[in-house]
């Protein structure tokens, strides 16, 4: 039998209960604290993902202000070609410019904003070569000296010498000498068949004659597809991967971009908009929002395993940072960096990637050339939403 000293009275049975009662108050309080805290943060990622967040919001306002720019060149160059016109004489000419604004607001609607840009440089660029291509000869016999126009006269050929292009003019032979001079001759190339055929201009282009394209393939090959990943690329991947981030390496995802793209069959702008909906043993799934093909417009999911061919998981280190960057970022997609959760673009990605492969270190790229490759995002949504 214990003793028990005086100055330390044996505590009642009525003492020891209200201790249980206060520690299973205690427990019953922080249980309740966490339930909270995780319906909260459920509720604020389901709010996110009915409702997107400001910052989704001004990225959307950006882009259509860039369409609505885009229409506002595509449309003239719809009038000068006259396109529709040979359809419609008798329609007058302001009935005639709001149906052609109509149907490029439904055109730029549904196409990629990066596709529209390279219109534009195609059409910026047409514009100048057919300007060049018709300026009137300059007769080289001899000419009799004229008096100086009037005023009146001289406005008047000022007036003459601004008057809009005739694009129904344009001809085959036309169209391959712009072409054959272009500097970048297959972006020129996509650029005049898709504004010929979305355009609806009235040009013929089935027999124009396109500058031969190389073969892409990096085995000296004949196909038209893209180099594929061999599998030591993709061992070497995954070694980088690990090391990065077992040293919580700032571009850690930059790889796990690359890694996304090999087994998810993915091109990058779609990695840069994707983001993750489902983590199950040894495998995660993703939903790209937007794919590239007019028939995948709405999107399409994709999946990867976690386990890189050493057996490390890198789906542990990834979700602690999308956790970490916070549910209101959650649709802005899951290539970022881990210090600040600022977004890695495209060309930051390749020489992440470069630098892997060639063997060097990411971390050791200096900071100076990842801002001149473009590795901060500078404001701008350039791929996310790119072709």
């Given at each position: 039998?214990?003793?028990?000293?005086?100055?330390?009275?044996?505590?009642?049975?009525?003492?020891?209960k209200?201790r249980?009662?206060?520690a299973?108050s205690?427990r019953?309080?922080?249980?309740?604290?966490?339930?909270?805290?995780?319906?909260?943060?459920y509720?604020?990622?389901?709010?996110t993902l009915?409702?997107?967040?400001?910052?989704e919001?001004?990225?959307?306002?950006?882009?259509?202000?860039?369409k609505?720019?885009?229409?506002?060149?595509l449309?003239?160059?719809?009038?000068d070609?006259k396109?529709?016109r040979?359809?419609?004489?008798t329609?007058?000419?302001?009935?005639?410019?709001?149906a052609l604004?109509?149907?490029v607001?439904?055109?730029?609607?549904k196409?990629?904003l990066?596709?529209?840009?390279k219109?534009?440089?195609?059409?910026d660029?047409?514009?100048?070569?057919?300007?060049?291509?018709?300026?009137?000869?300059?007769?080289?016999?001899?000419?009799?000296?004229?008096a100086?126009p009037?005023?009146?006269?001289?406005s008047?050929a000022?007036?003459k010498?601004?008057a809009?292009?005739?694009?129904?003019l344009?001809?085959?032979?036309?169209?391959?000498?712009?072409?054959?001079?272009?500097?970048f001759?297959p972006?020129?190339t996509?650029?005049?068949?898709?504004?010929?055929?979305?355009?609806?201009?009235?040009w013929?282009?089935?027999?124009?004659?396109?500058?031969?394209?190389?073969a892409?393939?990096?085995?000296?090959?004949?196909?038209?597809?893209?180099?594929?990943a061999?599998?030591?690329?993709?061992?070497k991947?995954g070694?980088?991967?690990?090391?990065?981030m077992?040293?919580?390496?700032p571009l850690?995802?930059?790889t796990?971009?690359s890694?996304l793209?090999?087994y998810?069959c993915?091109?990058?702008?779609?990695?840069?908009?994707?983001?993750?909906?489902?983590?199950q043993h040894g495998?995660?799934s993703g939903?790209?929002?937007?794919?590239?093909?007019?028939?995948?417009?709405?999107?399409?999911?994709?999946?990867s395993?976690?386990?890189?061919?050493s057996?490390?998981?890198?789906?542990?280190?990834?979700?602690?940072?999308?956790?970490?960057?916070?549910?209101?970022?959650y649709?802005k997609g899951a290539?970022?960096?881990?210090d600040?959760?600022?977004r890695?673009?495209?060309?930051g990605i390749?020489t992440?990637?470069?630098a892997?492969?060639l063997?060097g270190?990411?971390?050791g790229?200096?900071?100076?050339?990842?801002?001149?490759?473009?590795?901060r995002?500078?404001g701008?949504?350039d791929?996310?939403?790119?072709?």
């Amino acid at each position: 039998m214990a003793v028990i000293s005086p100055r330390q009275p044996q505590a009642t049975r009525g003492h020891r209960k209200d201790r249980v009662e206060v520690a299973h108050s205690n427990r019953t309080l922080a249980q309740e604290r966490r339930k909270n805290a995780s319906k909260a943060y459920y509720d604020k990622r389901m709010a996110t993902l009915r409702k997107p967040g400001k910052t989704e919001r001004d990225d959307q306002d950006a882009m259509d202000r860039q369409k609505a720019s885009l229409c506002e060149i595509l449309v003239p160059f719809m009038a000068d070609a006259k396109a529709l016109r040979e359809d419609n004489p008798t329609v007058n000419e302001e009935d005639y410019l709001e149906a052609l604004r109509r149907r490029v607001r439904v055109l730029v609607a549904k196409s990629e904003l990066q596709t529209l840009h390279k219109a534009r440089s195609t059409v910026d660029e047409f514009r100048e070569f057919w300007a060049d291509r018709r300026k009137p000869e300059v007769s080289t016999g001899s000419v009799k000296p004229e008096a100086s126009p009037s005023p009146s006269e001289s406005s008047h050929a000022d007036v003459k010498d601004v008057a809009p292009p005739d694009f129904s003019l344009v001809e085959q032979i036309d169209l391959e000498a712009f072409l054959a001079n272009h500097q970048f001759k297959p972006r020129a190339t996509a650029g005049l068949f898709w504004l010929a055929k979305n355009l609806q201009l009235p040009w013929v282009m089935e027999g124009v004659l396109a500058p031969q394209r190389q073969a892409k393939s990096a085995l000296g090959l004949e196909a038209d597809q893209a180099p594929v990943a061999e599998p030591i690329m993709i061992f070497k991947l995954g070694e980088t991967l690990q090391l990065m981030m077992e040293t919580n390496d700032p571009l850690m995802l930059a790889t796990l971009a690359s890694y996304l793209m090999c087994y998810g069959c993915m091109r990058v702008a779609h990695v840069l908009r994707s983001f993750p909906v489902r983590r199950q043993h040894g495998w995660v799934s993703g939903f790209c929002p937007k794919g590239k093909q007019s028939r995948l417009r709405s999107g399409f999911f994709w999946g990867s395993p976690t386990k890189t061919h050493s057996g490390f998981d890198w789906s542990n280190k990834f979700f602690e940072l999308f956790e970490a960057r916070g549910a209101e970022h959650y649709m802005k997609g899951a290539i970022f960096r881990a210090d600040n959760f600022e977004r890695i673009n495209e060309m930051g990605i390749a020489t992440t990637m470069k630098a892997a492969l060639l063997g060097g270190n990411p971390a050791g790229i200096p900071h100076q050339l990842l801002l001149a490759q473009g590795m901060r995002d500078r404001g701008t949504d350039d791929e996310v939403h790119g072709d």
